[in-house]
């Protein structure tokens, strides 16, 4: 049982006519990334509208224990890198908390250096598999020194004299585990091969090139993409506007379908089609989601979303879409249960190895307040009440997971009764800011 010494208990209660315009905090995925490359990088690299949640100060924290200078000034967090193949041996453990792309892509990062590196981190990050991470490295030529039972952390690293570069068809669909050995590669001679079978979010490749590092993609006959990056070259400082993030974005949008005579408006949010599946499943539920203002920022497309009351039917959601929506099956369900019939969500096992085994605490967070769903290995089938009668009224587990505790308050805003979740610290990891900007639209959270 993952449980928190100072839980902070919130309650959500029905909120008819949520409307505002809203902003959501930066990126997180991309947040991450900019920390990262802009520490390797040679020269300044100034990034603006970063998600300054929990988990990416920790990133920022790690890079400057391995010799990037990171200072915020003003809006703007202004790093001076090291330069590439340039990281110091940290002296203390990196704790990463929370944080599994933090720590994953750390772990990538640090592995192919000729250094010792301890890797730390919360109960709910601790009970996380890392050998996806470990696996490849171990091929690179990287020593486990330490693990718990299992390839979890704590976690204790020894890098190589000169890292082995390698061709890693990735086995699970995971952008965590494709850009851990793509950043091992940056730091290893020659070119480092990920091949990828199903598309994930493709910031590490997009970013890197944006670096200037020599690095391409190419989709074979099957579909797989393969990225090829050229070892030891050299990354530029950049400028990084970081877009709003679609994750975070997900919580105000499933609000303003679902509380009734809503009409809200979110801005700058990232359209990268690699996490847009939410958006489009919920059109298909027949969701009013105007998508406006398309325009590029950054060398990503953002737009604004005007969100307006929708009576939703359940629909299938085809495995091939989960990475595209990965974190935002919580949400997802919640749309579900005030949806007319069942939605069916498939393949979607990588849920049980987030923040929490996601699945069964939806599952069970829905069971609580009154939702008709079914849980099975790897899917999850909902039911709704579009009128939200009966449903409500129970108290939900959110096991240190932030998407747990933002999904069930927003089931409370359009539910009969309130609903409880029994610890709300999580959310700053990822939105610091969710509480007060749903207020700020009318929300009765306390
Ligand atoms: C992320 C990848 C996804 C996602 C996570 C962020 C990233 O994880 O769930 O929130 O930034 O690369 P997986 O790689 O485990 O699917």
């Known amino acids: 049982m993952t449980t928190n010494l100072q ?17 959501v905090p930066g990126d997180k995925s991309i947040s991450h990334r900019s920390l990262m490359f802009g520490s390797l990088a040679s020269g300044v ?79 709910s990050l601790s009970k996380r598999p890392m050998g996806r991470v470990l696996d490849p490295l171990r091929q690179m030529g990287v020593q486990v020194e330490e693990a718990a039972p299992g390839d979890r952390l704590p976690i204790t690293l020894r890098g190589p004299k000169h890292a082995a570069p390698i061709t890693y068809r990735v086995p699970m669909a995971s952008a965590q585990v494709k850009s851990a050995v793509l950043l091992a590669g940056l730091n290893t001679p020659g070119i480092t091969t990920v091949i990828e079978p199903v598309m994930t979010r493709d910031h590490t490749e997009k970013m890197l090139a944006g670096f200037g590092a020599e690095i391409e993609v190419e989709v074979d006959a099957e579909g797989a993409r393969h990225i090829r990056l050229q070892g030891q070259g050299t990354l530029k400082g950049q400028e990084i506007a970081v877009p709003g993030d679609p994750s975070s974005a997900a919580f105000p949008l499933v609000a303003g379908l679902i509380a009734p005579d809503s009409d809200i408006t979110i801005e700058n949010v990232l359209m990268n089609p690699t996490r847009t599946g939410l958006i489009l499943t919920l059109q298909e539920m027949g969701a009013d989601i105007a998508i406006v203002n398309r325009r590029l920022a950054g060398g990503e497309e953002v737009a604004d979303l005007r969100v307006r009351s929708s009576r939703l039917k359940g629909v299938e959601v085809p495995p091939e879409r989960a990475p595209a929506m990965i974190d935002e099956y919580p949400v997802l369900a919640v749309a579900a249960s005030f949806a007319e019939g069942e939605t069916r969500m498939l393949g979607i096992e990588e849920l049980r190895v987030k923040e929490s085994d996601r699945l069964s605490a939806v599952a069970d967070g829905l069971k609580a307040n009154g939702v008709d769903c079914t849980e099975g290995e790897a899917t999850l089938a909902v039911r709704g009440r579009p009128d939200g009668k009966g449903l409500g009224g129970g108290q939900v587990a959110t096991h240190l997971d932030h998407r747990i505790a933002m999904s069930f308050l927003v089931l409370g805003l359009a539910a009969e009764k309130p609903v ?27």
């Open 7 to 23: 839980a902070r208990p919130a309650l959500s209660r029905f909120s008819p006519g949520l409307t505002g315009t809203v902003r």
């Open 45 to 123: 690299t100034r990034i603006t509208g970063l998600l300054e949640g929990e988990d990416v100060l920790r990133t920022a924290e790690a890079m400057k224990t391995m010799g990037a200078a990171i200072e915020r000034e003003g809006g703007t967090w202004v790093i001076r890198g090291t330069g590439n193949g340039c990281l110091l041996e940290p002296k203390e453990p990196l704790d990463f908390g929370n944080a599994g792309t933090g720590a994953r892509l750390t772990m990538g990062l640090v592995g192919s250096y000729d250094m010792v590196t301890r890797f730390v981190g919360d109960a």
């Open 420 to 446: 409880t979740v029994d610890d709300r610290s999580m959310i700053a990891t990822s939105f610091p800011e969710f509480i007060p900007l749903m207020q700020r639209l009318g929300a009765e959270i306390e």
